[in-house]
Structures are given as structure tokens and as C-alpha cells.
């Protein structure tokens, strides 16, 4: 069975960095797309970036681009995402997804099949 495996989430002041990591299991495709994904207490859900296998092509929301970073170990099956000038409005718990069969980079929550568990990150001000 396929598996995602979010973590790397903590409490960091504003300003600070942390990175996540997205392991992927159970799955021999060498061709996916994984977004990263974040739900604030009583806010939707929403997409923050997303990062193609295959060639490497990303996608960010326009609020992280400059401070965010998604990339990919293909070797490991890791997708990471690297935040740096965290603010207080990054708080939310971090989810990571995976599209096998038609793996293209979006934001789009539909288009994803498979979700980790979850990572809280809190940034304090």
C-alpha cells in the first residue's frame, strides 16, 4: 500500500526556518507529483506548492514564493519542503500528497490520491 510520511513540523519564532520531508512508500512509479498542502484552525485547506518527479518542474502559492523551497531526492522517494522567514500566518499542520497516475504540478486538492498524516507547524510573533 502506498504511504506518505509528513514531518519536520515545530515551534519556531517568526523569522526562523524548518524543513519538512515527505517519504514515499510503497509504490515502484518513478513518475509522480507530490503537493504540499496546510490547514489552519478554522481555515480551508489550501495548496502551498507541488513538485514534479519526473523533470523537476515546481508550483508555489504566491504567498511562500522567495522564502519556500520544494525539491525531490528521487533516490529516496523524499520531497522537502524547505521554509525559511517564517510568519506567524504559516501556522497551520502540513499535509503531503501524491499523484501517481497522472502526475502534473498543482495546487488542485482534487487531484491528489494519496495524503500523509499531518505535521503541526506554529510559528510564534
Known amino acids: 500500500d502506498v504511504q506518505l510520511q509528513a514531518s519536520g513540523g515545530g515551534l519556531v519564532q517568526a523569522g526562523g526556518s524548518l524543513r519538512l520531508s515527505c517519504v514515499v512508500s510503497?509504490?515502484?512509479?518513478?513518475?509522480?507529483?507530490i503537493g504540499w498542502f496546510r490547514q489552519a484552525p478554522g481555515k480551508e485547506r489550501e495548496g502551498v506548492s507541488s513538485?514534479?518527479?519526473?523533470?523537476?518542474?515546481?508550483y508555489y502559492k504566491d504567498s511562500v514564493k522567495g522564502r519556500f523551497t520544494i525539491s525531490s531526492d528521487n533516490a529516496k522517494k523524499t520531497v522537502y519542503l524547505q521554509m525559511n522567514n517564517l510568519k506567524p500566518e504559516d501556522t497551520a499542520v502540513y499535509y503531503c500528497?501524491?499523484?501517481?497516475?497522472?502526475?502534473?504540478?498543482?495546487?488542485?486538492?482534487?487531484?491528489?490520491?494519496?495524503w500523509g498524516q499531518g505535521t503541526l507547524v506554529t510559528v510564534s510573533s
Open positions: 513538485i514534479l518527479s519526473s523533470d523537476g518542474t515546481t
Open positions: 510503497g509504490s515502484t512509479a518513478d513518475d509522480y507529483a
Open positions: 500528497a501524491a499523484q501517481f497516475i497522472y502526475p502534473v504540478v498543482t495546487l488542485m486538492m482534487g487531484h491528489y490520491d494519496y
